[in-house]
C-alpha cells in the first residue's frame, strides 16, 4: 500500500525521506501520544542508525487545540492542551515533562478559504428550483456537520484514512507501507519489525 504523505510547514528540524522511515502521527491533545508515543520514538530512533524518525502533527478534531500554534508551543514551552493538560496534571505536572527533539512537521490543512468555497460549492449543488426550502436547509445543515470538518482535517491522516492518534507508519523510500498500526506496541514488537 503506498502512503499518500501530504506535508504541511516544518515546525522543527527537517527530514528527507530514507530508504527507512518511521513516521508517528500525532496530536497536540492526545495524552497518549504525549506520555507514550513521542518519547518511544525518541527511544526508537536512538536505537536505529539510519531510520529516518519525524513526528506529524496532525488533527481529525478539536482543531483549535490540535495545529501549528499550539504544537509550537507543545514543543517550545511544554504547554500542554485540554486533555493532555488534565492527564498530566494528574502526575502534578503543568508542562511537558520532557523536551523532544525529533523533526515535526504539520500535516497539510486546507486553507481556511478553500474550506468556505467547498462549502459554497456544495450547497450551491442542492440549490436546484425543484427542492423545497426545508429540504435545502436540510441538507446545509447536515453537511455544515459531517462534510465541512473533512475539509479542515489533515490531508495524510484522511487520505490514509487513519483510525485516530497515535498512528505509527514505517515506509520506504517509494513511499511504500510496510507497516501501520493505531495505538501503542510494545517497543521489543516494534523493534523486532524495523530488524527484519
Known amino acids: 500500500m503506498q502512503l499518500d504523505l501530504q506535508l504541511g510547514e516544518t515546525v522543527q528540524g527537517s527530514i528527507a525521506i530514507s530508504e527507512r522511515n518511521l513516521m508517528l502521527v500525532f496530536q497536540v491533545n492526545c495524552p497518549g501520544c ?3 508515543a513521542l518519547p518511544m520514538l525518541s ?4 536505537a536505529n542508525e539510519g531510520l529516518n524518525c519525524f513526528a506529524l502533527s496532525t488533527a481529525f478534531e478539536n482543531f483549535n487545540l490540535n495545529n501549528a500554534k499550539t504544537t509550537a508551543a507543545l514543543l517550545e514551552q511544554g504547554d500542554l492542551t485540554l486533555h493532555s493538560k488534565r492527564y498530566f496534571a494528574q502526575l502534578g505536572q503543568q508542562r511537558l515533562p520532557y523536551k523532544f527533539d525529533l523533526p515535526v512537521i504539520m500535516d497539510w490543512f486546507m486553507p481556511d478559504q478553500s474550506s468556505s468555497k467547498l462549502s459554497e460549492s456544495i450547497i450551491n449543488v ?6 423545497s426550502a426545508g429540504v435545502k436547509q436540510n441538507i446545509k445543515n447536515h453537511l ?8 479542515q482535517m489533515g490531508r495524510t491522516f484522511l487520505n490514509n484514512d487513519f483510525q ?3 498512528t505509527w507508519v514505517y515506509f520506504n523510500e517509494d513511499l511504500k ?20
Open 164 to 166: 485516530g492518534t497515535p
Open 177 to 196: 507501507i510496510i507497516e501501520s498500526w493505531f495505538g501503542h506496541k510494545e517497543l521489543d514488537w516494534v523493534q523486532a519489525l524495523l530488524d527484519k
Open 126 to 131: 442542492f440549490d436546484e428550483e425543484r427542492l
Open 43 to 46: 527511544k526508537i530512533s536512538e
Open 144 to 151: 455544515a456537520q459531517r462534510l465541512i470538518p473533512m475539509s
Open 34 to 36: 504525549l506520555s507514550r
